[in-house]
């Protein structure tokens, strides 16, 4: 059975490890040298707007995504839960997962009253797309970033 909890520090490796593997991920990250992943976890831990878990099946960690709660002015003061870096282990992809973490995001987004819980999805992953669609997320606008 999975449980979704909050990770830890000890976590951290295998989190790393998922998002490197990955088709994206794989030019980005690395589990070699986990300094910076360790400083951003902390700041992530710190903040009670943001939530990093796991999704665990007994010891091992299968699943990972960070939820962060966005106030705003726009909806009439609503808040937002936007899910970032979602990501399953490979050898578990296809067993409901992802599935169960997004569930959770939604109902722990619905707790802390947010009106809407949003997402944003490369265009290169046409799958997570399908996943999206499946779980009733529509795609409504059209995302840019500016790497810096």
Known sequence: ??????????????????L??????????????LTPYLKAF????????NLLVVAADGAEVVGTLQLTIIP????SGALRGLVEAVRVRSDQRGKRVG????QWSIDESRRRGCAL???TSDNKRVDAHRF???LGFVASHTGFKLLL
């Open 132 to 134: 999206y669609d499946r």
């Open 42 to 49: 902390k700041e992530i831990e710190a903040d009670p707007a």
């Open 99 to 102: 599935e169960q973490l997004m």
């Open 117 to 119: 819980v949003q997402l």
């Open 20 to 33: 490197a593997d990955d088709q994206l991920g794989s030019t980005r990250d690395s589990a070699e040298d």
């Open 72 to 75: 705003g002015l726009a909806r």
């Open 1 to 18: 059975m999975i449980e979704i909890r909050r990770a830890t520090e000890a976590d951290l490796e295998a989190i790393v490890r998922m």
